[in-house]
């Protein structure tokens, strides 16, 4: 029998690349294939021949079982067809452009094949498109368990935390804004963007309300820089690690042109709210806070079918990392 393969291609944010990343390995556990992360032309980098995984993330061989192809390595691989989904068995030339439409229907079509727990007779299958919500939560929590950041990334992360959270309980705030770009399924959450910021305000509150068994620090990590000025002005203790924001409505926080600090930067807040006592998540659609929303004992987010509602939900110990 060939090789068989899922290609996880991603170029977004760190949230959406992993969740993907779980969905695209639950799929090739299943199926016995191997599974290559492919994640040339990420936002965080600008160089489009590099594959960012190997930059960011420690080099591994597998994922509980399941072979693994992470490193620039993807440049010269030829994948076996035929393809799934279908588009991709065109000719190369003609794969370079692929219009939002195609995308969407590609995220349905992996939808409905790894949601049908069957096989596909495709040698390669090909997720290049959003796979938040395809996986269970086990999936999700074996994959970020198995991959780990660069050292240097880790040793940043342990610095600020012993220097600014030790000896305390930590709420983690975290507010995905969008600050211009478009943010599809988070929308409803700032159709008023006035009452979404007394929303936080609210949920900052009341998770200072609830017991704590050390002093309480507040983390915040946003990328407005509206919001930060915003939630300052009404807690003044909270902390934030200085990164450089963009202008008022002048779209998504990290870019190419910042070259790999943007992701540098950008994990380092992803696992220091992993690191948090109690996580605010707004909007709790935001892929960026799913790490934490997995692994921190405690978190404070809106309802998804009433995004005015809080709710608070306590992680079972067997879920949380053991310290």
């Known amino acids: 029998m060939k090789d068989r393969f899922v290609v996880s291609r991603r170029r977004t944010g760190f949230g959406d690349c992993l969740w993907s990343l779980a969905a695209a390995w639950s799929y090739a556990q299943r199926t016995g294939r191997t599974l290559a992360v492919d994640w040339r032309g990420s936002c965080y980098l600008d160089e489009p021949l590099t594959n960012a995984f190997p930059v960011f993330f420690e080099p591994i061989q597998d994922i509980a079982g399941v072979p693994v192809i992470c490193d620039d390595r993807i440049n010269q691989l030829s994948f076996p067809g035929p393809f799934f989904p279908p588009w991709w068995n065109k000719p190369s030339i003609d794969c370079v452009y692929r219009p939002d439409e195609q995308i969407f229907r590609e995220r349905d079509e992996l939808r409905e094949l790894f949601e049908g727990q069957g096989d596909n007779e495709a040698n390669t299958v090909v997720c290049d498109a959003c ?26 992360i342990e610095a600020i935390y012993q220097e600014h959270f030790k000896g305390n309980s930590i709420i983690g705030v975290h507010v995905r804004h969008g600050n211009g770009e478009d943010i599809m399924e988070h929308a409803p959450y700032w159709a008023d963007s ?38 300052s002005g009404v807690f003044p203790d909270l902390f934030t690690i200085p990164k450089r924001l963009q202008a008022d409505r002048a ?29 605010i998540r707004f909007p709790p659609t935001s892929a960026f806070s799913r790490y934490a929303r997995l692994f921190v004992p405690r978190v404070v987010e809106f309802d998804l079918n009433d995004p005015g509602r809080l709710i608070v939900i306590d992680n079972p110990s067997e879920h949380l990392p053991i310290s």
């Not at 609210?202 to 930060?228: E, F, M, N, Y």
């Not at 998504?252 to 992803?270: I, K, N, R, W």
């Open 194 to 231: 006035e009452l979404a910021l007394r929303q936080v305000c609210t949920a900052i509150h009341k998770a200072k309300a609830l017991p704590h068994p050390k002093p309480v620090r507040v983390l915040l990590c946003t990328d407005s820089a509206q919001v930060l000025n915003e939630l």
């Open 131 to 156: 796979l938040m919500w395809r996986c269970g939560e086990d999936a999700e929590r074996q994959v970020f368990q198995s991959i780990k950041p660069r050292p240097e990334i880790v040793s940043r």
């Open 251 to 279: 779209g998504p926080l990290h870019s190419a042109a910042l070259g790999a600090d943007g992701g540098f930067s950008a994990l380092v807040e992803m696992y220091l709210l992993g690191r948090c006592d109690t996580v």
